[in-house]
Structure formats: C-alpha cells, structure tokens
C-alpha cells in the first residue's frame, strides 16, 4: 500500500517539472524577445522596454513564490509520511537563495541599469532552470523512486 502511494506521486510530479522547465524557458524566451541583444551584448534597448520588463519580473518573482510553496508543502507532507527523515533544508535554502536574487533586482531596478538587471534575471533563471531543478527538484523524484 505504501509502495502503491508513492507511485502514485511519480506522474504529478513529472508534470510538475515538464511545466516548471517550460515555464522558466517561457521567462527566458521573452527576455531574449526584449532585449535581443541581450545575450551577445549587442544593441538592447531597456527604455522602450521598461514596462514589459518589469511585468516580466514580477511575473518571475510570483512563478518562484509558487514553485517554492507548492514544493515545500510537498516535501514536508511526504516527510510525516515517511519513517525516514527528508533532507529538503538546502532546497528551501535555494528557494529563499532565488527569491532574494531576484528581489535584489527589483531593489537595483533603475531606468539607467536597465539591461544590467535584464541581464542579471537572465542568469537568475539560467540558475533555476539549469541548477535549481535539476539538482534539488529532481532529489524529490529521487526519494519518491526510492521506496516505488
Ligand atoms: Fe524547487
């Protein structure tokens, strides 16, 4: 029955990363769509798009504030599940580390640094995209396979 219950996590969970990597790439798509030149340095222009950057920010901040609530209440559930103990500190640990780099940008947020912020969110969510779910994201996949 235990076995039958985690299996039963697996294909949510897998839907739940399918959309969070298309949702980041979504984030990244549209920033590359404002600023082109973004990631060859080339001929950006942060004026024109200030607006949409902005929507795209808060956008972004709001997306992480889901992924790390829905996450965290579903790695404290399966811990009381479990017997054993589930080492998910670090993972909200880099929840609270992407939330804060981001908030950073809002608080650096000037119409003169426009496309260093741009750039900045860029790496932000290369960092969620490429560290932050492929590392502690899939770990929950680990502890749910484990026991499967
Ligand atoms: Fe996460």
């Known amino acids: 029955m235990h076995h039958a219950h985690h299996n039963n996590l697996l294909p949510p969970?897998?839907?739940?990363f399918a959309a969070e990597r298309q949702l980041v790439q979504s984030f990244l798509d549209r920033l590359d769509t404002l600023f082109p030149g973004l990631s060859a340095d080339g001929n950006a222009s942060?004026?024109?798009n200030r607006g949409a950057f902005a929507d795209l920010l808060f956008e972004t901040i709001v997306a992480l504030?889901?992924?790390a609530s829905e996450e965290e209440a579903f790695m404290k559930k399966l811990a009381l599940e479990r017997g054993t103990p589930i080492q998910y500190e670090r993972h909200i640990e880099d929840h609270a580390a992407l939330a804060e780099a981001m908030n950073r940008i809002v608080d650096a947020y000037t119409?003169?640094?426009a496309l260093d912020c741009a750039r900045y969110l860029r790496l932000v969510l290369q960092r969620w995209r490429q560290d932050h779910i492929e590392t502690f994201d899939k770990?929950?996949?680990g502890w749910i396979c484990k026991d499967a």
């Open 13 to 16: 969970l897998l839907e739940h």
């Open 46 to 48: 942060p004026r024109e």
């Open 65 to 67: 504030e889901d992924h």
């Open 111 to 113: 119409i003169e640094d």
């Open 139 to 141: 770990q929950m996949l």
